[in-house]
C-alpha cells in the first residue's frame, strides 16, 4: 500500500525561527513529508510567545528540508494586498521548484485588524478572499494585468520574478458555501478535524464545486492540519494543551477576537473536558495513529500535524519511528 504523506505543522506562535527551523529539519529527517506554518502577526495567547513572519521562515525552511511546504494559511485581503501575496508564493516557489503551494483563508482579526482598516463579517471576508484569489491567479500567468473589482484595485503590472508554473492555491475550508467556491476557483482545499459527517458535507460541496468548474474533484488535493498532544504520559498531555494551546479547547467562532490578552482571559475558562471531541490527547502512540489513519480513510492526500506542547523534539522522534511508517495512504 502507499506511503501516507504525514507533514509537520509548524507553529510560529510557539517557538522562534532558529527554534522552528531546527524542529523542520528535525522532522524532515524523520520522515515527515513536509512543512506547514501559518501566517500570524499575533499569538493566540500571550503564553505562545512568537510570532515570526511565515514567508522568511518557509524561505529558509525549504533550505534545511526535502518535502513540500506552503502556508497554511495567509490572508490575501487586509495586512497584505493580494499582489504582495502572489509575489510572495512566485518567489518561494522559484526558490524551490514543485515543493510549494499557497494556502489562503479570509483572515482573523487578530492579525488582520493591526492595520486599523474595517473589520468585516465572514461573507464579505469570504468575497474578498475569492477576489484576491482572482488577482493571484491573473498574476500566476506572467502577463501584464490589472484589475477593477469590488475590494481591490490593481493597476497593470506583472510579476517579474516568475516560476515556470505557479503554485497550487489551497483553500482554508469548513463550511458548505466556502468549500463549494473553493471547488470552483482553487486548486485544492485545507480544512481542521472535525466529526466524520461535517468532512464528508465539506468533501460533497467542494466536489460539487469543481465538476461545475469542469474539474474533476477526485485529482485536486485534500488537506487536514491535525492538532494533538502527545506526551510521556496523559497527565502531561492534558497539561501541555490546557498551558500551550487552550484556542483548540474554545467552543466558539475566533475569527472576530483582536487581542491575545482577549484570548488569555478567555483561556482562564478552559479545563481538559472543553478538548473532548475536539482534539486528541494520549500519552499512546497508536491512538493517534488510529485517529490520523481515520483521516487517511476518509479521503484526505496529506495530514500535517500540530503537537501543542513544547515537547516536539520528543514528539517527532516517537511519532517519526512509531507512528508513521504504520499509517497507510
Known amino acids: 500500500m502507499a506511503t501516507a504523506k504525514i507533514g509537520y505543522a509548524a507553529m510560529l506562535e510557539q517557538f522562534a525561527p532558529g527554534e522552528v527551523l531546527d524542529l523542520c529539519a528535525r522532522a524532515d529527517t524523520a520522515g515527515f513529508s513536509g512543512v506547514m506554518a501559518a501566517d500570524h502577526f499575533q499569538p493566540w495567547t500571550p503564553q505562545q510567545g512568537q510570532a515570526s513572519f511565515v514567508w522568511e521562515v518557509l524561505a529558509v525552511a525549504g533550505f534545511r528540508t526535502r518535502g513540500d511546504m506552503g502556508p497554511g494559511v495567509t490572508c490575501p485581503s487586509f495586512r497584505m494586498h493580494p499582489a504582495i501575496v502572489a509575489q510572495a508564493a512566485a518567489t518561494l516557489e522559484v526558490m524551490y521548484p514543485g515543493r510549494t503551494w499557497l494556502g489562503l483563508g479570509s483572515g482573523e482579526a487578530l492579525n488582520e485588524h493591526i492595520v486599523g482598516g474595517y473589520w468585516p463579517e465572514a461573507p464579505e471576508r469570504i468575497s474578498r478572499m475569492f477576489e484576491a484569489i482572482e488577482i493571484i491567479t491573473k498574476l500566476f500567468s506572467g502577463k501584464d494585468v490589472k484589475h477593477d473589482g469590488r475590494f481591490f484595485k490593481m493597476e497593470t503590472c506583472r510579476l517579474w520574478t516568475l516560476p515556470q508554473k505557479g503554485p497550487p492555491i489551497y483553500v482554508a475550508t469548513a463550511g458548505p458555501v466556502t468549500a463549494r467556491r473553493t471547488g470552483q476557483f482553487a486548486d485544492g482545499?485545507?480544512?481542521?478535524?472535525?466529526?466524520?459527517?461535517?468532512?464528508?458535507?465539506?468533501?460533497?460541496?467542494?466536489?460539487?464545486?469543481?465538476?461545475?468548474?469542469?474539474?474533476?474533484?477526485?485529482?485536486?488535493?485534500?488537506?487536514?492540519?491535525?492538532?494533538?498532544?502527545?506526551?510521556?504520559?496523559?497527565?502531561?498531555?492534558?497539561?501541555?494543551?490546557?498551558?500551550?494551546?487552550?484556542?483548540?479547547?474554545?467552543?466558539?467562532?475566533?475569527?472576530?477576537?483582536?487581542?491575545?490578552?482577549?484570548?488569555?482571559?478567555?483561556?482562564?475558562?478552559?479545563?481538559?473536558?472543553?478538548?473532548?471531541?475536539?482534539?486528541?490527547?494520549?500519552?499512546?502512540?497508536?491512538?493517534?495513529?488510529?485517529?490520523?489513519?481515520?483521516?487517511?480513510?476518509?479521503?484526505?492526500?496529506?495530514?500535517?500535524?500540530?503537537?501543542?506542547?513544547?515537547?516536539?523534539?520528543?514528539?517527532?522522534?516517537?511519532?517519526?519511528?512509531?507512528?508513521?511508517?504504520?499509517?497507510?495512504?
Not at 235 to 264: C, H, L, Y
Not at 299 to 325: K, S
Open 189 to 329: 482545499l485545507i480544512t481542521v478535524g472535525a466529526p466524520e459527517e461535517k468532512i464528508e458535507m465539506v468533501f460533497g460541496k467542494f466536489a460539487e464545486g469543481a465538476r461545475e468548474a469542469g474539474k474533476d474533484p477526485s485529482t485536486m488535493p485534500k488537506i487536514l492540519q491535525l492538532h494533538l498532544s502527545w506526551a510521556e504520559t496523559d497527565e502531561q498531555a492534558v497539561t501541555n494543551a490546557v498551558a500551550d494551546w487552550p484556542n483548540g479547547g474554545m467552543k466558539f467562532a475566533k475569527q472576530d477576537i483582536r487581542s491575545p490578552r482577549d484570548f488569555e482571559q478567555m483561556a482562564a475558562l478552559v479545563g481538559p473536558d472543553d478538548f473532548k471531541g475536539r482534539m486528541l490527547i494520549s500519552a499512546d502512540p497508536e491512538i493517534h495513529r488510529r485517529e490520523i489513519q481515520k483521516f487517511l480513510d476518509l479521503g484526505f492526500d496529506q495530514i500535517y500535524l500540530h503537537n501543542v506542547g513544547r515537547n516536539q523534539a520528543e514528539w517527532i522522534d516517537v511519532f517519526g519511528r512509531e507512528v508513521l511508517p504504520k499509517l497507510t495512504a
